[in-house]
T-cell receptor, first 112, second 113 residues
């Protein structure tokens, strides 16, 4: 079962910041939050991940609440090419491996 | 970032035939690879976890005799869909795990006619 819930869809104007929320209220202390995106009929693309602290890279920022029950992915200046399905994922340990538990994702549409 | 190459990117086959999909990690060694299936407008569904040199671990409801997985080297895992049927038509995606990140192939669109 998915450990994350996201709004099914969102719109954002081109050039504005896109803020994508995610709830993960059952996350455990050592489980990371990952964000991937998938453009139609392609493999998922890694965006960012974090555990407790806020993270930033060249693509996005990740804001994690202090209780770790929710997070927000921020695309600072959205472009049309950012239109995709964005997945907020919890990475869980399964025996000696890790698994990504996929939810339904948010379809983000960037409008001109 | 690291590169995972999946081949073929699309394939059409007749009912009853078998199809092999390859997943290669091009610039790192992947002890663990994962195979997913994705139906239209749905999320990725994990099919199996493939560990180099050992048998794959299948998720509940996935038939191991139908979806044969081989992970004979640290850079190659293969998924063979045996005796394919139209309901096996789907988008199949592999990923290879590094210590902190999963890298995904570009996916294989399988159509069984």
């Amino acid at each position: 079962d998915a450990k994350t819930t996201q709004p099914p869809s969102m719109d954002c104007a081109e050039g504005r910041a896109a803020n994508l929320p995610c709830n993960h209220s059952t996350i455990s202390g050592n489980e990371y939050v990952y964000w991937y995106r998938q453009i139609h009929s392609q493999g998922p693309q890694y965006i960012i991940h974090g555990l407790k602290n806020n993270e930033t890279n060249e693509m996005a920022s990740l804001i994690i609440t202090e209780d770790r029950k929710s997070s927000t992915l921020i695309l600072p200046h959205a472009t049309l090419r950012d239109t995709a399905v964005y997945y907020c994922i919890v990475r869980v340990a399964v025996y000696s491996n890790y698994q990504l538990i996929w939810g339904a994702g948010t379809k983000l549409i960037i409008k001109p | 970032g690291a590169v995972v190459s999946q081949h073929p990117s699309w394939v059409i086959c007749k009912s009853g035939t078998s199809v092999k999909i390859e997943c290669r990690s091009l610039d790192f060694q992947a002890t663990t690879m994962f195979w997913y299936r994705q139906f239209p407008k749905q999320s990725l569904m994990l099919m199996a976890t493939s560990n180099e040199g050992s048998k794959a671990t299948y998720e509940q409801g996935v038939e191991k005799d139908k979806f044969l997985i081989n992970h004979a080297s640290l850079t190659l895992s293969t998924l063979t869909v045996t005796s394919a049927h139209p309901e096996d038509s789907s988008f199949y995606i592999c990923s290879a795990d590094s210590n902190t990140e999963a890298f995904f192939g570009q996916g294989t669109r399988l159509t069984v006619v």
